[in-house]
């Protein structure tokens, strides 16, 4: 069925002016397409990664090395889903607002200008870059090592955030994370 936005509304799911730059701790959950079950199995309630879920999970656990100023809390990897919780500690200032200075041939620095202003990260950026990398390593699953073919895409499109705001709520989140699999059946994503 083709786009028709007389039919077909799609609505923000984000907070209305929030600035999802600025430090804060973030719960995010991210969906298979067709919520496929493809990163493993639960067995006696515990998850049970295949080669994709171990790939997801790497992926995951690298984003404070890869992206300054982000650090990632309770995490887990669910057959078609993940849940995990980021933090945007603080964001670096953006490249190129003051002078370089570079060395010149006899090693004294050489004032520059500004080449321009690079945009600050937010969150959708990290979510982004953690979708895109995680579908071309996936691929590879798929020529390399026969991991199951996905349709078309390997994420939905979307994700579900929350912006946690105190001790109580990022408490039962961490909760609802490590106890995920042992819900399972009883979980809203549950194929």
Known sequence: MRFN???HHRRSIRLQGYDYSQPGLYYITICTQNKACIFG???NGKMVLNGAGTMIKTIWSE?????????IHEFVVMPNHIHGIIQIISNPAPVGTGPRACPDNDGQPIKGQPQGIAPTMTLFDIVHRFKSFTTNQYNKGVKQNNWHPFDKKLWQ???YEHVIRNEKSYDQICEYIATNPQQWQDDKYYV
């Open 63 to 71: 984003i404070p090395v890869h992206y300054h100023g982000f650090d």
């Open 5 to 7: 936005p007389k039919i």
């Open 157 to 159: 499109r979307n994700y």
């Open 41 to 43: 199995k639960i067995n």
